[in-house]
């Protein structure tokens, strides 16, 4: 059974910081990627940042330079660390996994950026 535990969100002021972290237990398969997305409140869930198997990361226009996404292979934990948090960083931040039979998704971790 697939398990998927996120931690690190929490309430920060603007100009903070925050680490989340995405740990996946019971996969079976290869993993390609694993990536954060959020969705804020009113808007549809949009992708923040993926980064593969090789290293390879890519990101939202808005994110970039203030978040960087890394990856533990040897024990399948994703952490995304983001800088500079404005208002607007407000969302419910999810984890993705994709092997290469099926993806799956962690439960949320609320992210909330006070001005």
């Known amino acids: 059974q697939v398990h998927m535990v996120e931690s690190g969100g929490g309430l920060v002021q603007a100009g903070g910081s925050l680490r989340l972290s995405c740990a996946a237990s019971?996969?079976?398969?290869?993993?390609?990627?694993m990536g954060w997305y959020r969705r804020a409140p009113g808007k549809q869930r949009e992708l923040v940042a993926r980064?593969?198997?090789?290293?390879?990361?890519n990101y939202a226009d808005s994110v970039k330079g203030r978040f960087t996404i890394s990856r533990d292979n040897a024990k399948n934990t994703a952490y995304l660390q983001m800088n500079s948090l404005k208002p607007e960083d407000t969302a419910v931040y999810y984890c993705n996994l994709e092997t290469s039979l099926q993806g799956f998704w962690g439960q949320g971790t609320q992210v909330t950026v006070s001005s």
């Open positions: 019971g996969i079976i398969g290869y993993i390609n990627s």
């Open positions: 980064i593969t198997s090789g290293g390879s990361a």
